[in-house]
């Protein structure tokens, strides 16, 4: 070996560029800034990273624990808080929580209703920025009761237990009781908890757990095994109230007819269009049950038709009632209507557009649409459909 040369050995290799140290487990003081799209506390770590929190609320501060990282984000959860917010309370049940072995039904139950509201109505209004609009929005409809208002419910069952997911992961946690639920609906879950155990609703090898679908008009003896019931809105006193706002706008129009509704289900507002004097109305959904409901309900001028509202090329199959359309009602699952540009295109007698959304990213996105189409928003009308979660429902009117 020659003089000159050393033996290689291993230099120790530095921190990446971006490490900060962060892992699960690590701790941090922070505090809370803001709220995210799904009602999350969003957190600034002091290296920069932003994390989102459950269970925390905005101008919060406290000790937080890194739970998960994800990219430039993270996730974690509240250690203890050294400022609470004046409008926190304690959540009145006991299955409330942010763990593995807690429901994440209702993740704003901690804090007063009113408190909910207003973050809702903040909401909205950052959301519609984008949009350019001088509308002024309208006040939240709060619901009537902000407990005991579901009228429906997915439970789930490994056949030893009944419950809900836990909001932090795909666990099934049991709960004994549901606050939300309305009374019918408590007691049902009440006697299917005494069927427990039941081999019935054991799950197969790749699944989880099996659902029971729950709605007060059926009883727990009627309650089957992954069995979807049709979509209803899951408050009834916020349904009727949305029911009544559409047949006065309706009644508002010049020409409220020929009407395409889209997402029409079984007919929830399929009877206030007849009520209000539509006719014709072509009532479509992807759902074909849905739309054999509505069939033998028999409503005056309403013809029913099955159709994938969502995929590619599907507005061509409505080519004929698009193309006399003066009223276009719809009412989208949280996806929206991606393809509404479609549907536009083929209506050129259309003159309004009642957009009736849950899902504000896709309300947005498909508004901005119509928009383009020379439609202008001419009401933006937010209503309190499920209290106790970051849910909002939005009833707009657009005309052109």
């Not at 040369?5 to 803001?34: C, S």
Request: charged fraction near 25%; glycine fraction near 8%; proline fraction near 7%.
């Amino acid at each position: 070996m020659s003089l000159f040369k050393r033996p290689l050995r291993k230099i120790p290799k530095g921190p990446k560029k971006h490490d900060t140290g962060l892992r699960p487990g690590h701790r941090f003081e922070g505090e809370v800034r803001d709220l995210s799209s799904d009602g999350q506390a969003v957190v600034a770590h002091p290296s920069g990273r932003v994390f989102f929190v459950p269970g925390a609320w905005r101008g919060e501060s406290g000790l937080f624990e890194v739970t998960s990282l994800k990219g430039r984000m993270g996730f974690a959860r509240v250690v203890s808080l050294t400022e609470e917010s004046e409008q926190r309370r304690t959540p009145p049940c006991p299955h409330h929580g942010f763990t593995s072995d807690s429901c994440g039904g209702c993740p704003w139950l901690f804090m007063d209703y009113q408190e909910q509201l207003q973050s809702k109505q903040q909401q909205l209004l950052r959301v519609l920025q984008p949009l350019n609009t001088a509308l002024e929005l309208s006040a939240i409809w709060a619901a009537p009761e902000e407990l005991g208002y579901r009228n429906r419910a997915q439970l789930k069952s490994d056949g030893k237990r009944l419950g809900y997911v836990a909001g932090s992961s795909r666990d099934l946690v049991e709960v004994s009781d549901c606050l939300v639920l309305n009374a019918k609906n408590r007691q049902t879950l009440s006697e299917l908890r005494a069927q427990l155990p039941d081999p019935s609703w054991k799950p197969g090898r790749a699944k989880q757990w099996t659902t029971l679908d729950i709605d007060d008009d059926i009883d727990a003896d009627k309650v089957t095994v992954n069995e979807r019931r049709p979509f209803r809105q899951g408050n009834s006193a916020q349904n009727q109230r949305m029911r009544d706002w559409l047949q006065d706008r309706i009644l508002q129009l010049q020409t409220p007819s020929p009407v395409v509704e889209l997402f029409a289900g079984s007919g929830n507002f399929t009877d206030v269009l007849v009520a209000a004097g539509c006719k014709p109305v072509c009532a479509v959904d992807s759902y074909h049950p849905a739309i054999e409901a509505l069939q033998k309900r028999s409503l005056a001028g309403v013809t029913g038709l099955c159709s994938d509202l969502g995929r590619t090329g599907s507005a061509s199959e409505l080519e004929s009632p698009l193309s006399t359309a003066k009223l276009l009602l719809l009412d989208p699952p949280r996806e929206g209507l991606k393809n509404i540009q479609d549907y536009l295109s083929l209506a050129p007698e259309l003159s309004t557009i009642i957009y009736i959304s849950c899902n504000l990213a896709t309300l947005v996105r498909d508004l901005q649409v119509a928009i383009d189409h020379k439609f202008q928003l001419r009401e933006v009308q937010p209503l309190d459909l499920f209290p106790q979660t970051p849910h909002i429902e939005v009833l707009t009117v657009l005309s052109r």
